[in-house]
């Protein structure tokens, strides 16, 4: 059957490179891009439909799902954790208020797909901190941790009772060359290339230490898009699969960088990040996602910080 995939959050960091992979797979107008006010990039807005409305607005998103006959519904708008730190309300209203917009209207629309992504912010102080188990100890202690835990049950809850399929997995801290991060406490692995390429040092607000689990764009674009594609009757978990890539301390990326970039220098300023970046697992077992649906990344530490620094030269030594 044809597919019409909206992308909610089509503007930020992951979904605005995966509207342009997905219109790529599935073609320009096949793949709705949206956003609740920020400006998209040209590439999003001329690769096909782009339609501005705030997600926590149920007609108004009624109304660009029949406008275009939506069948899937990619829900990639959210208040992450730093942010949500500084106005937990707004990261309720948004997390919450938008997620359960979009699986009313595909139950009432009987749409045939959604996917909420969720995150290691799921996890909290007293969850294994080692190779973190699939099922485990769920108690975040962040707003933005709360509304994930909330969207996975909620997200298995609409499969349950509804027969609805929604899927989801936990992303660790995504790195990428295209649009930056917002508000989240991974972002530091993103702001660190910028910094060493334009400036030659950084300044970063997690300690040394701080050991998180991590993975390159092209990796999260190919575990979401194999996730949506894998076949259903073969899935034991729905909303809230562990995937793994690489995890790394800042220190460990500042030394792979100065591979690169000799001269490179770096210091640290511990802020209220370093708290929640504590409360979050070092490193993440992904064997279910592996064994139901084939997940299995390409890039590790090295690979990645290679791929990063040659292309955002070119974006920024022009
Ligand atoms: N990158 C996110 C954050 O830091 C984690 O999902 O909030």
Known sequence: MKKKILIVGAVGQIGSELTLKMREIYGGSN?????????????????????????????????????????????????????????????????MNGLINILELAREKKMQQVLVPSSIAVFGPETPRENTPQETVLRP????????????LLGDYYVRKFGLDVRGLRYPGIISHETLPGGGTTDYAVAIFYEAIQNKRYTCFLKENTRLPMMYMPDCLKATIDLMEA?????????????????????????????????????????FRQAIADSWPDSIDDSAAREEWGWKPSYDLAAMTKDMIENLKKKLLK
């Open 231 to 271: 076949d259903f009757s073969k899935l034991k978990h729905h909303s809230d699969f562990n995937v793994s890539a690489m995890s790394f301390t800042p220190g460990e990326l500042a030394a792979e960088i100065k591979k690169h970039i000799r001269d490179f220098t770096i210091e640290y300023q511990p802020d």
């Open 141 to 152: 202690t962040t707003m933005y941790g709360i509304t994930k835990v909330a969207g996975e």
């Open 31 to 95: 793949v709705i891009a949206s956003t609740r006010k920020t400006p998209p990039s040209e590439a999003v807005l001329n690769g096909g439909p782009f339609e501005y409305f705030d997600v926590r607005d149920r007609a108004a998103l009624g109304a660009v799902c029949d406008k275009y006959g939506v069948t899937h519904i990619v829900n990639m708008a959210a208040i992450l954790s730093a942010a949500g730190e500084k106005d937990p309300l707004l990261a309720w209203d948004i997390n």
